[in-house]
């Protein structure tokens, strides 16, 4: 009987082993699968110039290799947008320089941007991107007619009666503003063939990435620093606070115009003031949904301030309720409106000085300039933009804190160059 049974004992034996194997090496293939299951699936980088015989492409993957690289990953490629349709223009164009027998324009302008972006750019040209921005450190004297009476059209234009930042600009001279306001300001300047922008400074070429562009850190290259820390107030509020530690999950490249919480949970830049989500469409102008004009030493609101609203309130409700968003306006634009009398208080601080002759007819020469300057377009306007952007921080410590303060050395100067004129 047991010398039966051996053999049967033994292939038991080995078929529980076979078994017991199978199991512990399809428990570890799972294992291994879920441990790797939010890894990044790597794909060879997409060039759809890979394959090209055009002169523009063949030369400059020779001299200028990274620029293809960058063009042959992007849509526009991927299009068979050719750059000769961007670059290439006839003799005599504005701008234009002869090259290898052609002439092109080394930095395509808004206007051959316009052959395929008509209402980007018709929207573009009607916000504060375009010729305000330029404007703000520039002036208007060096607009042609043309532009000038385009930039007198602008809403966002209307505002002209400040002219500190030109002063400014002035004070620092031309070699230290090529680093300092035109880097962000040149957004709007006007290009030779009298068309307006820089497309480039918020769409980087030449890949021309959707999610680059709706990406907060582009923005960040202008809207950061004491005058307008729109950045840093992101960063530490719930919407920042939600990109940083969950963003990476996003749909970043979804299809222009169907956006949803789906793709985006929680508002970025692009999400609040420039893509389609909600009941809201796309814009290119920047202050489309916005209701006052916080920019100003003494906010006042938008001509179109109750539509702008609506069109933000839809984007608000995909995610908040009705009352909360109600409060929140109410709230806001009480905030708003004390930073207003604040400021007002300091013009009214300031006025004996100014009716009797006391300040200086140039801008920026005494200490009480400064001041003066800072207290609304440094701490007024970073109170105003934390309060609206929900950033607790700027809205007190580097924003009304700050007035506060202001106001305080002003009424000290002021009071000293009264006494001063008084002994004399």
């Known amino acids: 009987m047991s010398e039966s049974t051996g053999p049967l004992r033994s292939g038991r034996l080995l078929i529980l082993g076979l078994l017991i194997v199978i199991i512990v090496l399809g428990a570890a293939l799972i294992i291994v699968a879920i441990g790797g299951a939010g890894e990044p699936v790597h794909t060879d980088d997409v060039d759809a110039l890979a394959n090209s015989n055009d002169e523009c492409v063949v030369c400059h993957r020779r001299t200028t290799p990274g620029i293809i690289k960058q063009y042959g990953a992007s849509t526009m490629a991927m299009a068979n947008v050719s750059c000769r349709q961007c670059h290439e223009v006839n003799e005599g164009y504005p701008g234009s320089v002869e090259h290898e027998g052609s002439f092109v324009l080394a930095t395509p302008t808004t206007a051959m941007c316009e052959k395929c972006h008509a209402t980007e750019v018709a929207q573009y040209n009607q916000s504060r991107h375009g010729l305000p921005a330029y404007v703000a450190y520039a002036g208007t004297e060096d607009l042609s007619p043309e532009l000038l009476a385009m930039y007198e059209a602008i809403p966002e234009g209307g505002f002209a009666k400040d002219k500190s930042r030109n002063a400014i600009a002035e004070l620092e001279g031309p070699d230290m503003r090529k680093f300092t306001c035109e880097g962000c300001h040149n957004v709007g300047l006007p290009a030779a063939d009298q068309s307006v922008g820089q497309c480039q400074k918020c769409h980087l070429r030449h890949e021309f990435s959707q999610e680059q562009a709706r990406k907060p850190e582009t923005c960040n290259h202008c809207h950061i620093g004491?005058?307008?820390?729109?950045?840093?107030?992101?960063?530490?509020?719930?919407?920042?606070?939600?990109?940083?530690?969950?963003?990476?999950n996003w749909n970043w490249t979804a299809e222009t115009g169907t956006l949803s919480v789906e793709d985006f949970p929680a508002p970025t830049c692009s999400i609040c003031h420039l893509s389609g989500f909600g009941s809201t469409g796309t814009t290119h102008d920047v202050g489309d949904r916005l209701t006052w004009?916080?920019?100003k030493?003494?906010?006042?609101?938008?001509?179109?301030?109750q539509d702008n609203m609506i069109r933000m309130q839809g984007v608000c409700m995909e995610c908040h309720n009705q009352n909360f968003i109600e409060q929140f306006y109410t709230n806001?634009?009480?905030?708003?409106?004390?930073?207003?009398e604040w400021v007002v208080e300091s013009n009214e601080i300031i006025k004996p000085l100014e009716e009797q002759g006391l300040l200086t007819p140039e801008q920026f020469d005494e200490t009480i300039d400064f001041t003066f300057f800072n207290l609304w377009h440094h701490w007024g306007r970073t109170a105003k933009f934390g309060v609206w952007m929900q950033g607790p921080d700027y809205?007190?410590?580097?924003?009304?804190?700050?007035?506060?303060?202001?106001?305080?050395?002003?009424?000290?100067?002021?009071?000293?160059?009264?006494?001063?004129?008084?002994?004399?």
């Not at 004491?226 to 963003?247: F, K, L, N, R, V």
């Not at 303060?405 to 004399?424: F, I, N, P, Y």
């Open 226 to 248: 004491p005058d307008h820390p729109q950045w840093e107030i992101y960063q530490e509020s719930p919407h920042g606070i939600a990109y940083m530690t969950m963003g990476h």
């Open 293 to 295: 004009y916080l920019f």
């Open 297 to 305: 030493p003494i906010s006042d609101r938008r001509p179109s301030w």
């Open 332 to 340: 806001a634009d009480k905030a708003t409106e004390r930073v207003n």
């Open 395 to 424: 809205s007190q410590w580097h924003g009304a804190y700050e007035v506060l303060h202001d106001l305080a050395e002003l009424r000290e100067m002021v009071a000293e160059k009264l006494e001063q004129a008084a002994g004399e």
